[in-house]
């Protein structure tokens, strides 16, 4: 199995940033893609970003599209997700996801471990 932990969450002025960080650890090894996803309260997980293995491939959200930035190193099995120009309606739970193989997609179910997430909170 594999364990995902979260970190770099906190309360941010809207306009500012941060830069969430997720350690992978367990049975890491082979293809994989990872990602994040975010829930705000009352509503239902959404995807917010996706990279793929090598970190040639990247996929955003629309929602945060242009403000994001997703990175990995496998050196250090650790994703990163940078988030720019921060608006409150990104406050949410963050969480990091794993998925073994090459495909991936932006339904929370097709994923296989779940970190337990960082929150973040954009005040006005």
């Known amino acids: 199995q594999v364990q995902l932990e979260e970190s770099g969450g906190g309360l941010v002025q809207a306009g500012g940033s941060l830069r969430l960080s997720c350690a992978a650890s367990?049975?890491?090894?082979?293809?994989?893609?990872m990602g994040w996803f975010r829930q705000a309260p009352g509503k239902e997980r959404e995807f917010v970003a996706v990279?793929?293995?090598?970190?040639?491939?990247?996929s955003y959200a629309d929602s945060v599209q242009g403000r994001s930035t997703i990175s990995r190193d496998n050196a250090k099995n650790t994703v990163y997700l940078q988030m720019n120009s921060l608006k409150p309606e990104d406050t949410a739970v963050y969480y990091c996801?794993?998925?073994?193989?090459?495909?991936?997609?932006?339904?929370?179910?097709?994923?296989?471990?779940w970190g337990q997430g960082t929150q973040v909170t954009v005040s006005s």
């Open positions: 996801a794993y998925r073994r193989g090459s495909n991936w997609g932006s339904s929370p179910l097709v994923w296989d471990y």
């Open positions: 367990g049975r890491t090894f082979g293809s994989n893609v």
């Open positions: 990279i793929s293995w090598n970190g040639g491939t990247t």
